[in-house]
């Protein structure tokens, strides 16, 4: 058996690895684009970084229903790792659909549902980890941020509902094609897989990184507290 | 319910324990007191005790029948008296106690609850919102509010706070008569002499374990005082 | 079940009772949505052929944002007095004591719809007295106080209080708002039933899952 750390550097190296392949890929494999160019390669980090900012969520909301029936505090500590990576991705998401966007559209910002519901998505999120600063017990911390989460989740796809309710020119890549979507070739869909599929491992690799460190920064707090106490216990009892 | 017990009561925040294992039993109709320094857990212990935090471990015997803690039935035997009144200031004495009397499934005629104001000395605030009453008026209407269910386990954190002569006298008696009825009360004091009065016994509380409990039996303050502080601490010399 | 009843209904009583004694919540509410009309009418020079579909927008703004400021309020009495722990251990089940909240809570919110929209229809001389947006209002503001009163019972225990309430509140509010200002322009300009019912129906949807998540969550808002 590996040790911990072991594995965790051969998770480095592997996800370090994909995401250079994929990189490469999209360099030299993936086809241009006809309608919109080299700029359309973007699009490669920019899907695969919007799914990783939902699977962020979705962990964190699993994670926190299992928190409250089991009251675990390490699953506390991976919901809001997961929220902050989420949170990242979601923005790499938002900044390369902008550089994007500024050809293809003619603007780096435009009030389309798409852009609007993912911005308030992400606002959600943010006001999670103002929450949690307002508050000191770090159980009662857990619990509130937990229970955010879980409805903060809710309403993650009803928003996804409503918007495509809304007329968009936002492109959408799987499913119905529509007057803005792209026509992909296999090579473009194979170096999109791969793309996510690197960006994946990269996300687990994150993850666990981020869990255990502020496991460590909760212990380092009670062991503050702890000596705290016995300090005062040793000035009581001589 | 003539006896509770107790058993093996541990909570921890993290990993910082507060409560290590504690056990207590008490007979129906006997006042326990709960000494201990700020910090020592009495107000954690008595929370877990009432049902409104849930302990890591530990088990609630009633007879020798095992209940729950955390069961809305065993809360509603308990009545806590805290720190914070539980009172809302925007309502009357009367309209409180109608409140809560209703809560607890017992409708209490308006004479009724105007006699139990009475038995407080509140006849004549009865009508009067409470963010009008003095800070004792509050605490006397607590009592009041607190004993509407006719518990049959009365949790009492610091209870002489806030009263002046009159109003400990007056918590005086109306803890003979409820100990009398059979009820148990717990309760918790800085000043063990000011509940010396009332007593059956004292319980320390340091560090997160229970000593032994000293029954008064009788005694005196100054006979009790080397068996609840054994060891020669600060407290016990000043004391 | 009779019991449950009673318990909620005295509940819900004393919540009125208080407000009914200081009115406080309920004045400040409307003192600020009926200053929000004004503002809006100089800060957009609504001119009288938008008015007819801005009205439900503007009429949601108003009412979620004065709305909130009740919200705010509404555990005030609970956590000052920590009358939260009395009600905890008089209740027979503790949904109930969450229950009684948010419908105190939404009672407070029709008031104000009540008292909002015919002022709304006198000012800019515009019938409003249609049914279709009033019950579009009445299910927004049902989403509205089930989610509200959730996040208020966790704000009310955190350092930052009132500060915190809209920030969480207001981006989980999102599918409402927008189902709530789409069904009510369509009903405001005669579009036909079938281009908005499905707005209706994702705010049905939405009160129906916020009322089941805090039902089943609310537990661990009161209980250590």
């Known amino acids: 058996m590996l040790s911990w750390n072991k594995k965790l550097t051969f998770l480095a190296i592997l996800s370090g690895a994909l995401v250079l392949i994929a990189f490469a890929l999209v360099l030299f494999y993936a086809p241009v684009e006809q309608n919109m160019g080299v700029v359309q390669k973007v699009f490669y980090f920019h899907v695969a970084a919007a799914w990783l900012g939902m699977l962020g969520f979705l962990v964190a909301a699993v994670c926190s229903v299992m928190y409250l029936s089991k009251g675990n505090p390490n699953l506390d500590a991976v919901a809001a790792s997961s929220v902050e990576i989420g949170l990242l991705f979601t923005a790499i998401a938002n900044f390369s659909g902008m550089i994007w966007a500024r050809p293809a559209w003619n603007t780096w910002w435009t009030w389309d549902p798409r852009l609007t519901t993912m911005t308030i998505m992400a606002f959600t999120y943010i006001a999670y980890f103002l929450l949690r600063r307002g508050i000191d017990d770090p159980a009662k911390k857990a619990r509130f941020g937990s229970i955010y989460l879980i409805i903060g989740f809710a309403t993650v796809p009803l928003t996804f509902f409503s918007a495509r309710l809304l007329r968009t020119i936002h492109p959408t890549i799987f499913g119905s094609a529509g007057t803005g979507d792209m026509a992909m070739t296999p090579a473009m869909y194979q170096t999109m897989g791969l793309s996510i599929f690197a960006f994946s491992v990269l996300f687990a690799l994150l993850l666990i990184v981020r869990s255990r460190l502020r496991l460590n920064e909760q212990w380092l707090e009670e062991q503050e507290a702890m000596e705290q106490e016995e300090e005062f216990g040793e000035v009581v009892n001589g | 319910m003539t006896q509770i017990e107790l058993q093996g009561i541990s909570k921890s925040y993290g990993r910082l324990a507060v409560l290590k294992n504690c056990d207590l039993a008490m007979q129906s109709g006997q006042l326990l007191c709960l000494l201990g320094n700020n910090g020592a857990g009495k107000t954690t212990f008595l929370r877990i005790v009432s049902g409104l935090l849930s302990a890591d471990k530990g088990k609630l015997l009633i007879d020798g029948e095992e209940w729950s803690l955390k069961s809305p039935e065993w809360r509603r035997k308990c009545a806590l008296v805290a720190h914070k009144t539980f009172l809302y200031q925007n309502l009357s004495g009367l309209e409180n106690m109608r409140f809560f009397s209703r809560l607890y499934q017992r409708e209490f005629s308006e004479e009724e609850l105007r006699k139990r104001l009475a038995d407080t000395g509140l006849t004549r605030s009865a009508d009067k919102q409470v963010r009008l009453y003095s800070r004792g008026m509050q605490q006397r209407l607590t009592l009041a509010r607190a004993l509407l269910s006719d518990p049959d386990f009365v949790i009492m954190d610091e209870p002489f706070t806030g009263l002046d002569k009159d109003g400990s006298a007056l918590l005086v008696r109306m803890l003979a008569e409820l100990k009398q009825q059979g009820a148990m009360i717990l309760m918790t004091s800085h000043d063990p002499q000011a509940a010396f009065a009332v007593t059956d016994g004292f319980v320390r509380l340091s560090m997160g374990v229970f000593g032994k409990v000293s029954l008064v039996d009788g005694k005196g303050w100054n006979e009790l005082e080397p068996s609840l502080y054994p060891q020669n601490t600060p407290e016990g010399q000043t004391a | ?224």
């Open chain 3, 1 to 224: 079940m009779k019991n449950w009843l009673s318990t909620l209904k005295t509940l819900i009583w004393k919540d009125l009772l208080q407000e009914w004694r200081s009115k406080d919540m309920l004045t400040a509410m409307l003192a600020f949505a009926i200053l929000s009309i004004f503002i809006f009418n100089y800060a957009m020079e609504l001119d009288p052929r938008q008015r007819a579909e801005l009205a439900p927008g503007i009429l949601w703004v108003v009412i979620t944002f004065s709305g909130t400021l009740g919200l705010n309020r509404s555990f005030v009495a609970e956590q000052e007095q920590g009358s939260f722990d009395a009600l905890v251990m008089a209740v027979p089940g503790l949904a109930s004591i969450w229950f009684a909240k948010q419908i105190s809570n939404f009672l407070m919110m029709l008031v104000l719809i009540v008292i909002v929209l015919p002022i709304y229809s006198l000012l800019y001389n515009q019938n409003l007295f249609i049914p279709g947006l009033w019950l579009t209002l009445i299910l927004g503001a049902w989403s509205f106080s089930a989610a509200g009163t959730l996040l208020a019972s966790m704000t009310a225990q955190t350092r930052m209080r009132d500060l915190l309430l809209p920030v969480l509140l207001f981006p989980i509010l999102m599918p409402v708002n927008m189902a709530v200002v789409k069904a009510g322009t369509g009903i405001m300009t005669g579009a036909a039933l079938a281009s908005y019912q499905v707005w209706l129906s994702i705010l049905l949807v939405y009160g129906i899952i916020m009322t089941t998540i805090s039902f089943m969550v609310f537990d661990y808002v009161i209980l250590e």
